[in-house]
């Protein structure tokens, strides 16, 4: 499995939040949705914060890696490994 190549920036249109890479490439999209349901509360800014955690995702990846196999008492490789495999569709 290929990734789009990062790093990823996030652009705001109107109510869009688009990801898209630094070829400007659309990698993927977010948008604002304004709930009328009194039950359930909705932060408008939510879908702006998810854009920059999609975007951010190429160097997480990336940190992940270079943490595998750190030798740090406490390191969590296991679940480092089960991330990454998760992040590839594994």
Known sequence: MKFTPGPWSVYQHNTFHYIVSDSGYPVAMTQDIIS?????STDINQNEINAHLIAVAPEMYEALEDVLYCEIPGCQ???IIKVLQKARGE
């Open 36 to 40: 009328t349901d009194d039950n359930r």
């Open 77 to 79: 490789s296991e679940k």
